[in-house]
C-alpha cells in the first residue's frame, strides 16, 4: 500500500488549501483514514479522522470548523479542505490508513498503519 500526499505550499493567514492523498495497492472504502501534523520539534498531532464509511468524522478542537476531510471513492483519494488557515497550522501534514477492514477513527498515530510521504503547510501571518 502506497498513500500519496500533495497539495501543501505556502498560504497567508486567512488562506485556503485542500490536501490530496490517493491510495495505490488498496481502497480507502473499507478502511479508516486521518490526516496529522508535525512541526519542527514537536509530537505528530491528531487533525482529523473518518471512519471507513465516512459516517463518523471527528476533528482536533483546534482546527473544528475550519478543516473537513473527505473521500472521492471514484479517485480512491482522501481530502483535508483547510479554511481560515493560521499560521499555527504551518506543519508537514501526513495521511494515514488504518489496517483493519470496517475500522472506526481513531486519534494516535499508532494506530494507522500506512503512512503517505507528508506535505508541507506553511502559513505566512
Known amino acids: 500500500v502506497q498513500l500519496q500526499a500533495s497539495g501543501g505550499g505556502l498560504v497567508q493567514a486567512g488562506g485556503s488549501l485542500r490536501l490530496s492523498c490517493a491510495a495505490s495497492?488498496?481502497?480507502?472504502?473499507?478502511?479508516?483514514s486521518g490526516w496529522f501534523r508535525q512541526a519542527p520539534g514537536k509530537d505528530r498531532q491528531f487533525v482529523a479522522a473518518r471512519n471507513w464509511n465516512g459516517n463518523s468524522r471527528i476533528y482536533a478542537d483546534s482546527v473544528k470548523g475550519r478543516f473537513v476531510i473527505s473521500k472521492d471513492n471514484a479517485q480512491n483519494t482522501i481530502y483535508l479542505q483547510m479554511d481560515s488557515l493560521k499560521p499555527e497550522d504551518t506543519a508537514v501534514y501526513y495521511c494515514?490508513?488504518?489496517?483493519?477492514?470496517?475500522?472506526?477513527?481513531?486519534?494516535?498515530?499508532?494506530?494507522?498503519?500506512?503512512w503517505g510521504q507528508g506535505t508541507q503547510v506553511t502559513v505566512s501571518s
Open positions: 495497492g488498496r481502497t480507502f472504502g473499507a478502511y479508516a
Open positions: 494515514a490508513l488504518k489496517g483493519l477492514r470496517f475500522s472506526q477513527t481513531g486519534t494516535h498515530p499508532e494506530e494507522y498503519e500506512f
